[in-house]
C-alpha cells in the first residue's frame, strides 16, 4: 500500500509556472507507475501525464504535452509535475495517482489504473 500527498499548488498568473509534488510512503515505491489527473469544478477528472516505474517513459494528455513535464525520483519517493505556459484553463485540484499495473497505451489515462490516490492540491491560474 502507498500513501500520497500532494504539494506546490496555489495562485499563479497566466504565463507561469508552477512545481507541483507527490511525496508517497512506502519502501516499495518504485514498484508503481505514477500519474497526475486534475478535475476543475462541474468537470470530470481529466488525465494530465503519467511515468513508468523506472522513470524511463512517460506519457502526457494532449492538452499539457510541451507545457508540463512528469519524473519521478525514485531514491526520494517523488514525482514532480512542472507545469509552465499555465493558462486559466488548467485551474483545477490536481492530483497524483499510483498504480501496480503495467501502464499501456490502452490504460494510462483511465483513472479505474489507478488505484491510490492522494487528497489533491489546488491550482489557480489568473488572467
Known amino acids: 500500500q502507498v500513501q500520497l500527498v500532494e504539494s506546490g499548488g496555489g495562485l499563479v498568473q497566466a504565463g507561469g509556472s508552477l512545481r507541483l509534488s507527490c511525496a508517497a510512503s512506502g519502501r516499495t515505491f518504485s514498484s508503481y507507475a505514477m500519474g497526475w489527473f486534475r478535475q476543475a469544478p462541474g468537470k470530470e477528472r481529466e488525465f494530465l501525464a503519467a511515468?513508468?516505474?523506472?522513470?524511463?517513459?512517460?506519457y502526457y494528455a494532449g492538452s499539457v504535452k510541451g507545457r508540463f513535464t512528469i519524473s519521478r525520483d525514485n531514491a526520494k519517493n517523488t514525482v514532480p509535475l512542472q507545469m509552465n505556459s499555465l493558462k486559466p484553463e488548467d485551474t483545477a485540484v490536481y492530483y497524483c495517482a499510483a498504480t501496480r499495473t503495467l501502464l499501456n497505451s490502452w490504460n494510462r489515462d483511465r483513472e479505474g489504473t489507478y488505484d491510490y490516490w492522494g487528497q489533491g492540491t489546488q491550482v489557480t491560474v489568473s488572467s
Open positions: 511515468v513508468s516505474r523506472s522513470g524511463g517513459s512517460t
